[in-house]
Structures are given as structure tokens and as C-alpha cells.
């Protein structure tokens, strides 16, 4: 129907995806909880890394690693948010959208909204926590306003991942069983150190890595002062993720339409 | 060696009964009365927040370990894990109330035989169908050769079938000298196996006698109208004339006779001269559900509950 | 019917047998047990394998350094799911089965336990494997044994830990708390690096905390040689752990069904 009819499914759809959350501690603290905790530990616990030569320049670990605590959780978000929609197929929940005179699209970008949120809450969460803690974010609240819009945006590149296996499979327990695969690419990144200071064969997947580019792109302003390269770098990883998961998804709504209809 | 229980549970409501030793005593209520609460006392699985219960003479809290090795317990999930086999489950059984492993395995093997298990007895019991377990579950209490058996509500959701098997087992356990309490929301299980009937109501115990006792308090048969068209309240103005109207029950209009089959034709002929037209018209003996209602005010079926009544009634007392 | 000791032996032998169901019935039920160590194990090492080139770091291999560490997690990520299990058999009714036999509340106790800390036996042994594979030294047969004690005193505690919660709780939604109770012990230890490299609050909670000497008595075999000095902290230290959550859970227990 029309436009406006659509973005009111996609904002209530996207309220119900924030409530679900923030309302089950088994979805909440996976999300915020366990990063937060991680966070903490990396800090102690390896927070003499920064000694070691050619280790950036940076006024603490927790600098450092504040852009890896944010995209870790909404890596989990987006995995979290695949799940629920996946439990919204098995249990029919999606049939009565898909029946329902909207955009046959609404019920993916409803969720992704949803995680858009969980990312930008995610931001702000470590933003906070970094800035209490004693992190100090170099290029100041512009920079801060860059790290949440970049979080936000990736979440919505990764939660299409988590979406398009959702609506490939209709399986939550397909999906969740992509939980460790979060860890995974989070270690072969340079989330929670620099890639040049791993050990191989991890620091080469490091370098290359996109979510290294996003993580770096999120840390950049924490750090430094902005550059061009780390913006561009991060921006077009963030792009191309969310290319190839918007258009699976997409590509996985259609095929569930044309077999289940 | 006393095998009779006598109980003063004051959990729910205030429930007091006492089942004598070797009785089948039925507790029959709808859903949410009170009865899984009860049993749960009874079976140490819940400690009493006020009054005292006795089971096979042991008291249920301070000699709970006594009570465990007396009693055999069904209950109403009929929990049972998937993945073990029947006879994994009933030999654990076994060994959980000390049996010797040889005594185990050879009175597992008995009763997997007698609830007709021998051939399923070795699958694992997510396989089974919903019969198959109720009987395994029965099964597995008996392991002990308990003296006390509880039997939570035997045989919800199943088919008639299995249900007939299931009652005469109780019925042969009664007979080899079990004392058995079941609770139930059906009559016609109440009716067919219990020697008394305790009618448990919004936790409260509203009445307790033999089927027939309880039957006989009522008395007189009802007439059942149903008509061809509406005017059901007229219905029930007309026949108020004859004998005591009884609550509506699925759209039928129903009212006590105490003169019996001699006072159907009257009705009827005033029914016509009211303009009401008859569909059908039965003339029903007293059931339980006939002294559920005289008790409670409302049926056991779940279809017409007067709830708010009921509550009122019970919180003055 | 009297019940002695050997009748207890054989009830908590079938309860373990009941438990080892799930391994055997359910294909793929271990490998998240297994997965999850050994994805930290790897992915660790990896990130942070060069914190062993700080002035300090008594260990060269940071694989041999965090080993112990990962048997560690293991364990616990293995106890606590037995605690889920055990809310997931509250509430599907079939705890009111044990609960109903004369079977004794601490044997039905010592029955899930054990299980746990046999069942942690299976992501211990995976990673070693790994671990030997990618050059975690040979710890001896000494501390090869202490590994194996300590793994199972923490499949243990993590269980006792578990089924706490879970006769509190009575659902499986506490089950993150189960999982992160454990986490938590484990790595607000010496988990990451030497006392002496740990900066801020980590180094003054890793100080007391008593999982710290449980750490370190299983590391000694892989950074170094074992010693009875080394040692006994870390069984004393398990041994006080378990006491206070077997009484937190036996008391759980006994208010569930006295």
C-alpha cells in the first residue's frame, strides 16, 4: 500500500524487536551483559599489551578496545535478532504479516530496525561506560556522534546476515548455532588487539578482515583524530556487508514467498 | 504396620479427609480446584503452610523419608525423559527405592508385562504414545509394591481405550490390597472405581461420601429440554412449576422431578400450551455432576463455570 | 528397608547412567560443550599470544599460559548446563520423581554432580589434544593429573553452582546466570596474564579470588614444574568453594522437597 502505512509496520514491528529484547534477560544480557563483562575482563587482563612495541598510540587499553566491546554486541544483536525472526516463522507469526496489505518487505526491515536500535543503544551503552571508566574520545562528541552512527549502521549490515539465514532456513536453531561463529570473526579481526601484534595465521585474516575495517573505523575517533582513510575504509566495508546481506535476505524472502506463499 | 492415612491438610483452603485402608478414594473437582496441590502435600513433594496430614500413619513433614518408601506416586505430567527406555525407567525406579539390582530387574520385567509393555520395552520413550506412557508411569510406581498409591488425574487426554485399561488396573491393584487416592475431573472415572468421592471445589472439600450415597442425598432425576427455538428463560419459568430448576447446561433447560417419569407429561403439555416448541427430551437418573452441582452451583464441565459465585461462597465461610 | 552406602553407590550410579543418556541418545549434543573452549582457546592465544613478550611474563608459550584457563572453561560451561538440565527437569515434572522416592536429597545431589564432572572430561580432552597440537608444552604426568583433578573439581563446583540456581530459579531463564556465574570465576583470576601484569580492579580482584590458586596449581605442570607449594592453594581453595555451594545447593534441595 502506501509508503507511510509501510513505515508505521516498520516502526512497530522495530518497537516490538526493542521491547522483546530489553524485556528477557536471556536475550538482554548475551547483548549487553556479556560484552560489558568481556570488556572489563581484556581490560585487566591485558591491559599491558599497550606496552609492548608497535602497539598504537592510545591513552589506555580500554581506549582501545571500546570500538571492539560495541561491535562484538551488536554482532550478537544481529544473531539475536536472526533467532527471533526465525521463532516468528516457525511459529507463524509472519504468515499473518505476510497476509496483512503491506510491503511483503516490512517484516525484514522491521526487524532490522529493531537491531538498528540494539546497535545505537549498544553505542551509547559503552560510550558511557568507556567514558566513566576513564576513556577519553580524542575527537570529542562529534566523534562520539560518528562512532553511534557507524554501530547503527553496521548493525543493520550484520542483522541482515542473521535475517537472510533466518528466512533461508526458518530454523531458530539453525541461526543459533551461528552464535559461535560470532566469536570466531570476532577473533580473526582486530577487535580486542591490533592485527599487527597477533599471532599468525590470525594477524593476516586480521588484516584483511572488513569487520577489522569497521572496528578500526568505530575506534578511529576514540584515538586519533579522524582520518579520511579509516572513515572511507569503514564506510565501504559497512557497504559491502550490508549489500550482500540485504539482497540475501531479500533474495530468501522471495524464495519463501514463492514456496510457501 | 498401620495402612490406613488420615489427613487434616489445610493448604488450599482447608481440606479434611481421611481414606480408610485398602479404599479407592476419588477427589474430583474442574481444574485449578485445589486437587494437584492437595496431592502434592500428601506426597512430600509440598510442605503444608498450616494443619498436618498422615499417610500410612507416617506424618508428611516430619517423617517424610517414611512416607517416600510407603507411597507410589503418578503424577499428572506423567514426566517421564524421552530419551531413557521403559525399562531403564523402571529399573531406575527400583534403585532409587533401594531395591537390589536382581529384584529390580526381575520385578521390572513383572511389571512391564503387566501394563502390557514387554514389546516397547527396550524403545525409548519419546516414542511412545500418550496410553503407553500413563501405563509406564503407573508401571514405575509400583515398582516398591507400595501399599499407598496417588494417582493424579490417571487419565486426562486420554482415549477411551486406553482409559478402560488404565481403570482396571486400579481396580486389580484395589483388589491385591492397594489404598489408592486419585484425583480426577471426571465423573464417570469417580462413578466407576472410587469406593468414596471427596468433591473439591475453589480448594475447599464440599462433600464426601460413596458414589451412591452421594447420589441418593440428591434423590430425584432431572428432565433435560432442548427447544426447537430460543425462549429458554420462558422455558425455565414454565417449568419452575414442577420441581426445582437446575442451572442451564449446554443451551438445555434442566429441572429436578421429584415425582419422576410421572411428571414428564405435565411438562411437556405446558411447555405446548406456552407456544414452546420441544426438540428433544431426556429424562436423566442423578449423576455426580448432579451432586457437583447441588454442592457448588455450577457443573464440572469446564464449559459453564459460574466462577464468581463460587469464590464468594467460599471465602465466607 | 534400610538404606546403606551401597545402595547410595547404585543410585548415583544410575543417575549418571541417566545423564550420559543425553551424550550417547542425542547426536551432537556434546560438540557446543566442546566448541566453545576451544573457539576461546583459539581465538585468544591468537589475539593475545604476544603478551608473553612483556617484561614479566613468566611463560613463553601463551598457549601453555592459557591452557589451563580454557580446560577451565570447559568444565564450566559442561556443570553449569548440567544446572540447566536440572531446570529444564523442574519444569517438566521429572525431578518430582526423584523427589518422590526415599532416595536421599544428597544422593540425588551427588548423582547430577558427578555426571558433571565426568561429562568435563570431554571438552578437557578435546583441547588438550588441540592444545598439544599447536605446542602447549607436555605438563608432565604430574600436572597432567592435577589438569584432570582440577577439571573435575570445577565441573564440580560448576555444577553445584548450577543446580543452586536452578532449585531457586526453578526455569531455565536463569540460565545465563548459571553460565556467567562461572565465567565470571574463572577469568577475574590470573586467567590473562601474571598477577603482576594485571592493571586496575582485575589485579586486586584476582588477588583474592580463590579461583586464582585453583588457576595457578593447574597451570604449574604447563609454565613450569609441579610442587606441593603450588599445589595445596588450589585444592584448598576448590575443596572450600565446593563446601559452601554443596551447602547453598543442598539447602536448595531440602526447600524444594525436605
Not at chain 2, 489445610?10 to 479427609?17: H, K, N, P, Q, T
Not at chain 2, 503418578?74 to 531403564?88: I, K, N, Y
Not at chain 3, 593429573?145 to 540456581?165: P, S, Y
Given at each position: 500500500?502506501?509508503?507511510?502505512?509501510?513505515?508505521?509496520?516498520?516502526?512497530?514491528?522495530?518497537?516490538?524487536?526493542?521491547?522483546?529484547?530489553?524485556?528477557?534477560?536471556?536475550?538482554?544480557?548475551?547483548?549487553?551483559?556479556?560484552?560489558?563483562?568481556?570488556l572489563?575482563?581484556?581490560?585487566?587482563?591485558?591491559?599491558?599489551?599497550?606496552?609492548?612495541p608497535?602497539?598504537?598510540?592510545?591513552?589506555?587499553?580500554?581506549?582501545?578496545?571500546?570500538?571492539?566491546?560495541?561491535?562484538?554486541?551488536?554482532?550478537?544483536?544481529?544473531?539475536?535478532?536472526?533467532?527471533?525472526?526465525?521463532?516468528?516463522?516457525?511459529?507463524?507469526?509472519?504468515?499473518?504479516?505476510?497476509?496483512?496489505?503491506?510491503?511483503?518487505?516490512?517484516?525484514?526491515?522491521?526487524?532490522?530496525?529493531?537491531?538498528?536500535?540494539?546497535?545505537?543503544?549498544?553505542?551509547?551503552?559503552?560510550?558511557?561506560?568507556?567514558?566513566?571508566?576513564?576513556?577519553?574520545?580524542?575527537?570529542?562528541?562529534?566523534?562520539?556522534?560518528?562512532?553511534?552512527?557507524?554501530?547503527?549502521?553496521?548493525?543493520?549490515?550484520?542483522?541482515?546476515?542473521?535475517?537472510?539465514?533466518a528466512?533461508?532456513?526458518?530454523?531458530?536453531?539453525?541461526?543459533?548455532?551461528?552464535?559461535?561463529?560470532?566469536?570466531?570473526?570476532?577473533?580473526?579481526?582486530?577487535?580486542?588487539?591490533?592485527?599487527?601484534?597477533?599471532?599468525?595465521?590470525?594477524?593476516?585474516?586480521a588484516?584483511?578482515?572488513?569487520?577489522?575495517?569497521?572496528?578500526?573505523?568505530?575506534?578511529?575517533?576514540?584515538i586519533?583524530?579522524?582520518?579520511?582513510?579509516?572513515?572511507?575504509?569503514?564506510?565501504?566495508?559497512?557497504?559491502?556487508?550490508?549489500?550482500?546481506?540485504?539482497?540475501?535476505s531479500?533474495?530468501?524472502?522471495?524464495?519463501?514467498?514463492?514456496?510457501?506463499? | 504396620?498401620?495402612r490406613?492415612?488420615?489427613?487434616?491438610v489445610?493448604?488450599?483452603?482447608?481440606?479434611?479427609?481421611e481414606?480408610?485402608?485398602?479404599?479407592?478414594?476419588?477427589?474430583?473437582?474442574?481444574?485449578?480446584?485445589?486437587?494437584?496441590?492437595?496431592?502434592?502435600?500428601?506426597?512430600?513433594?509440598?510442605?503444608?503452610?498450616?494443619?498436618?496430614?498422615?499417610?500410612?500413619?507416617?506424618?508428611?513433614?516430619?517423617?517424610?523419608?517414611?512416607?517416600r518408601?510407603?507411597?507410589?506416586?503418578?503424577?499428572?505430567?506423567?514426566?517421564?525423559?524421552?530419551?531413557?527406555?521403559?525399562?531403564?525407567?523402571?529399573?531406575?525406579?527400583?534403585?532409587?527405592?533401594?531395591?537390589?539390582?536382581?529384584?529390580?530387574?526381575?520385578?521390572?520385567?513383572?511389571?512391564?508385562?503387566?501394563v502390557?509393555?514387554?514389546?516397547?520395552?527396550?524403545?525409548q520413550?519419546?516414542?511412545?504414545?500418550?496410553g503407553?506412557?500413563?501405563?509406564?508411569?503407573?508401571?514405575?510406581?509400583?515398582?516398591?509394591?507400595?501399599?499407598?498409591?496417588?494417582?493424579?488425574?490417571?487419565?486426562?487426554?486420554?482415549?477411551?481405550?486406553?482409559?478402560?485399561?488404565?481403570?482396571?488396573?486400579?481396580?486389580q491393584?484395589?483388589?491385591?490390597?492397594?489404598?489408592?487416592?486419585?484425583?480426577t475431573?471426571?465423573?464417570?472415572e469417580?462413578?466407576?472405581?472410587?469406593?468414596?468421592?471427596?468433591?473439591?471445589?475453589?480448594?475447599?472439600?464440599?462433600?464426601?461420601?460413596?458414589?451412591?450415597?452421594?447420589?441418593?442425598?440428591?434423590?430425584?432425576?432431572?428432565?433435560?429440554?432442548?427447544?426447537?427455538?430460543?425462549?429458554?428463560?420462558?422455558?425455565?419459568?414454565?417449568?419452575?412449576?414442577?420441581?426445582?430448576?437446575?442451572?442451564?447446561?449446554?443451551?438445555?433447560?434442566?429441572?429436578?422431578?421429584?415425582?419422576?417419569?410421572?411428571?414428564?407429561?405435565?411438562?411437556?403439555?405446558?411447555?405446548?400450551?406456552?407456544?414452546?416448541?420441544?426438540?428433544a427430551?431426556?429424562?436423566?437418573?442423578?449423576?455426580?455432576?448432579?451432586?457437583?452441582?447441588?454442592?457448588?452451583?455450577?457443573?464440572?464441565?469446564?464449559?459453564?463455570?459460574?466462577?464468581?459465585?463460587?469464590?464468594?461462597?467460599?471465602?465466607?465461610? | 528397608?534400610?538404606?546403606?552406602?551401597?545402595?547410595?553407590?547404585?543410585?548415583?550410579?544410575?543417575l549418571?547412567?541417566?545423564?550420559?543418556?543425553?551424550?550417547?541418545?542425542?547426536?551432537?549434543?556434546?560438540?557446543?560443550?566442546?566448541?566453545?573452549?576451544?573457539?576461546?582457546?583459539?581465538?585468544?592465544?591468537?589475539?593475545?599470544?604476544?603478551?608473553?613478550?612483556?617484561p614479566?611474563?613468566?611463560?613463553?608459550?601463551?598457549?601453555?599460559?592459557?591452557?589451563?584457563?580454557?580446560?577451565?572453561?570447559?568444565?564450566?560451561f559442561?556443570?553449569?548446563?548440567?544446572?540447566?538440565?536440572?531446570a529444564?527437569?523442574?519444569?517438566?515434572?521429572?525431578?518430582?520423581r526423584?523427589?518422590?522416592?526415599?532416595?536421599?536429597?544428597?544422593?540425588?545431589?551427588?548423582?547430577?554432580?558427578?555426571?558433571?564432572?565426568?561429562?568435563?572430561?570431554?571438552?578437557?580432552?578435546?583441547?588438550?589434544?588441540?592444545?598439544?597440537?599447536?605446542?602447549?608444552?607436555?605438563?608432565?604426568?604430574?600436572?597432567l593429573?592435577?589438569?584432570?583433578?582440577?577439571?573435575?573439581?570445577?565441573?564440580?563446583?560448576?555444577?553445584?553452582?548450577?543446580?543452586?540456581?536452578a532449585?531457586?530459579?526453578?526455569?531455565?531463564?536463569?540460565?545465563?546466570?548459571?553460565?556467567?556465574?562461572?565465567?565470571?570465576?574463572?577469568?577475574?583470576?590470573?586467567?590473562?596474564?601474571?598477577?603482576?601484569?594485571?592493571?586496575?580492579?582485575?589485579?586486586?580482584?584476582?588477588?583474592?579470588?580463590?579461583?586464582?590458586?585453583?588457576?595457578?596449581?593447574?597451570?604449574q605442570?604447563?609454565?613450569?614444574?609441579?610442587?606441593?607449594?603450588?599445589?595445596?592453594?588450589?585444592?584448598?581453595?576448590?575443596?572450600?568453594l565446593?563446601?559452601?555451594?554443596?551447602?547453598?545447593?543442598?539447602?536448595?534441595?531440602?526447600?524444594?522437597?525436605?
Open positions: 500500500m502506501s509508503l507511510a502505512a509501510d513505515l508505521r509496520v516498520i516502526w512497530a514491528l522495530g518497537g516490538r524487536a526493542v521491547k522483546q529484547t530489553m524485556r528477557r534477560p536471556q536475550l538482554f544480557a548475551p547483548i549487553i551483559v556479556f560484552p560489558t563483562l568481556l572489563a575482563i581484556q581490560t585487566g587482563g591485558a591491559g599491558r599489551g599497550v606496552d609492548l608497535g602497539f598504537p598510540q592510545v591513552n589506555g587499553f580500554l581506549d582501545f578496545i571500546l570500538a571492539g566491546a560495541m561491535i562484538q554486541s551488536t554482532l550478537l544483536a544481529a544473531n539475536s535478532g536472526g533467532i527471533a525472526l526465525a521463532v516468528d516463522i516457525e511459529m507463524g507469526f509472519t504468515d499473518r504479516l505476510l497476509a496483512a496489505p503491506i510491503s511483503r518487505y516490512a517484516m525484514v526491515l522491521g526487524r532490522l530496525a529493531g537491531t538498528a536500535v540494539l546497535g545505537a543503544f549498544s553505542a551509547i551503552w559503552f560510550i558511557v561506560i568507556g567514558l566513566i571508566f576513564g576513556a577519553q574520545i580524542d575527537e570529542g562528541v562529534p566523534g562520539a556522534m560518528v562512532m553511534i552512527i557507524f554501530v547503527t549502521l553496521s548493525a543493520v549490515a550484520f542483522g541482515g546476515i542473521g535475517a537472510a539465514v528466512l533461508r532456513t526458518g530454523k531458530a536453531s539453525v541461526v543459533q548455532g551461528l552464535f559461535p561463529l560470532v566469536f570466531v570473526i570476532l577473533f580473526l579481526s582486530s577487535a580486542f588487539f591490533p592485527a599487527n601484534l597477533m599471532l599468525e595465521p590470525a594477524a593476516t585474516v588484516q584483511y578482515n572488513p569487520i577489522s575495517f569497521i572496528v578500526e573505523g568505530v575506534r578511529d575517533p576514540v586519533s583524530s579522524l582520518s579520511l582513510n579509516a572513515f572511507a575504509k569503514a564506510i565501504g566495508s559497512i557497504a559491502l556487508v550490508g549489500a550482500i546481506s540485504v539482497g540475501l531479500a533474495f530468501a524472502l522471495r524464495q519463501r514467498l514463492r514456496m510457501g506463499g | 504396620m498401620e490406613t492415612f488420615s489427613g487434616d489445610r493448604a488450599v483452603a482447608g481440606v479434611d479427609l481414606v480408610a485402608e485398602g479404599e479407592i478414594y476419588a477427589f474430583l473437582g474442574p481444574n485449578g480446584a485445589g486437587k494437584t496441590t492437595t496431592v502434592r502435600i500428601l506426597t512430600t513433594l509440598l510442605r503444608p503452610t498450616g494443619g498436618s496430614a498422615r499417610v500410612a500413619g507416617f506424618d508428611v513433614v516430619a517423617e517424610a523419608g517414611k512416607v518408601q510407603t507411597i507410589g506416586v503418578a503424577l499428572q505430567e506423567a514426566a517421564l525423559d524421552p530419551l531413557m527406555t521403559g525399562r531403564e525407567l523402571i529399573r531406575l525406579q527400583a534403585t532409587l527405592h533401594g531395591l537390589p539390582r536382581d529384584e529390580g530387574r526381575r520385578r521390572s520385567a513383572a511389571l512391564l508385562e503387566r502390557d509393555l514387554v514389546e516397547a520395552a527396550d524403545r520413550v519419546g516414542t511412545y504414545s500418550g503407553m506412557r500413563r501405563r509406564l508411569d503407573l508401571a514405575s510406581a509400583l515398582v516398591h509394591e507400595p501399599p499407598v498409591l496417588f494417582l493424579d488425574e490417571p487419565t486426562t487426554g486420554l482415549d477411551p481405550v486406553s482409559r478402560k485399561t488404565i481403570w482396571a488396573e486400579v481396580e491393584l484395589n483388589a491385591d490390597g492397594t489404598t489408592v487416592f486419585l484425583t475431573q471426571y465423573l464417570e469417580a462413578d466407576q472405581l472410587a469406593d468414596r468421592v471427596g468433591i473439591i471445589d475453589f480448594g475447599k472439600l464440599v462433600s464426601e461420601d460413596t458414589p451412591r450415597a452421594l447420589k441418593a442425598q440428591i434423590g430425584h432425576p432431572h428432565l433435560e429440554i432442548r427447544l426447537t427455538d430460543g425462549g429458554a428463560e420462558r422455558a425455565e419459568e414454565v417449568v419452575a412449576r414442577f420441581g426445582k430448576p437446575l442451572p442451564m447446561r449446554d443451551g438445555a433447560v434442566l429441572v429436578e422431578l421429584e415425582r419422576g417419569a410421572g411428571a414428564v407429561a405435565p411438562v411437556v403439555r405446558a411447555l405446548d400450551e406456552a407456544g414452546l416448541g420441544v426438540e427430551l431426556d429424562l436423566v437418573e442423578p449423576s455426580l455432576d448432579d451432586v457437583f452441582v447441588a454442592k457448588t452451583g455450577h457443573h464440572l464441565e469446564p464449559e459453564e463455570q459460574q466462577e464468581a459465585k463460587s469464590v464468594d461462597d467460599s471465602e465466607s465461610e | 528397608m534400610s538404606v546403606g552406602w551401597r545402595a547410595d553407590i547404585e543410585m548415583i550410579a544410575a549418571v547412567r541417566r545423564a550420559a543418556n543425553e551424550l550417547l541418545r542425542v547426536p551432537g549434543a556434546a560438540i557446543p560443550g566442546v566448541l566453545a573452549p576451544t573457539i576461546f582457546f583459539l581465538g585468544l592465544t591468537s589475539v593475545f599470544g604476544h603478551l608473553t613478550l612483556l614479566g611474563f613468566d611463560s613463553s608459550s601463551y598457549q601453555s599460559f592459557l591452557i589451563p584457563i580454557s580446560l577451565m572453561q570447559g568444565a564450566g559442561t556443570g553449569a548446563a548440567t544446572g540447566v538440565n536440572l529444564r527437569d523442574i519444569e517438566q515434572g521429572w525431578f518430582d526423584l523427589l518422590v522416592s526415599p532416595a536421599p536429597r544428597s544422593v540425588l545431589l551427588a548423582g547430577l554432580v558427578i555426571s558433571a564432572s565426568l561429562r568435563s572430561l570431554i571438552p578437557a580432552a578435546v583441547l588438550l589434544v588441540v592444545g598439544f597440537a599447536l605446542g602447549v608444552s607436555w605438563p608432565g604426568v604430574g600436572g593429573v592435577m589438569a584432570v583433578v582440577i577439571v573435575m573439581g570445577m565441573g564440580t563446583l560448576a555444577a553445584l553452582w548450577g543446580c543452586a540456581l532449585l531457586k530459579f526453578r526455569s531455565q531463564s536463569a540460565a545465563p546466570l548459571m553460565q556467567a556465574g562461572m565465567f565470571v570465576l574463572i577469568l577475574t583470576t590470573t586467567a590473562y596474564a601474571p598477577l603482576a601484569l594485571l592493571t586496575g580492579w582485575l589485579h586486586t580482584v584476582a588477588k583474592y579470588n580463590p579461583a586464582t590458586q585453583i588457576v595457578e596449581s593447574a597451570r605442570g604447563f609454565v613450569g614444574g609441579v610442587s606441593w607449594g603450588d599445589t595445596w592453594p588450589g585444592l584448598l581453595a576448590l575443596a572450600a565446593m563446601a559452601v555451594l554443596a551447602a547453598f545447593a543442598l539447602r536448595g534441595m531440602r526447600r524444594t522437597a525436605y
